[in-house]
């Protein structure tokens, strides 16, 4: 019996350099091609972030340098653009000079009397 299987051992191929170099080429053809998926999305996000950002604000942009730069870039011009203020708008318009008239009607009767007196 172990001659049979010494005999199998004999007959099997050593198959894990070539496993090895399969894996290494596989593995840099994966980061080849998520490279280039990353590199047109990239330039697809660029495009739509500038088509969000008016002409006037298109000329500060850099056009040069890393994707990450230009999209960090575009990112807050776009934020820029869009933000709100924080402080609201202020009231322009001048008080008026006159004083509106007093309600006593929420008072009590004797306030109401009192406040009578004091018109006279």
Request: proline letters at 7%.
């Amino acid at each position: 019996m172990t001659d049979d299987i010494k005999e199998n051992a004999a007959d099997q191929i050593d198959l894990t350099a070539d496993i090895a170099r399969l894996d290494a080429e596989l593995k840099s053809l994966r980061e080849a091609t998520r490279t280039a998926i990353s590199d047109d999305d990239l330039g697809d996000l660029i495009t739509q972030l500038e088509d969000m950002i008016p002409e006037g604000e298109r000329a500060k942009l850099p056009a040069s340098g890393s994707r990450e730069h230009q999209i960090f870039s575009r990112i807050n011009a776009v934020l820029r653009t869009q933000k709100a203020p924080l402080v609201p708008e202020t009231d322009t318009k001048r008080p008026a000079l006159t004083t509106p008239p007093t309600d006593y009607t929420g008072l009590p009767a004797h306030a109401r009397i009192a406040a009578g007196y004091g018109k006279a």
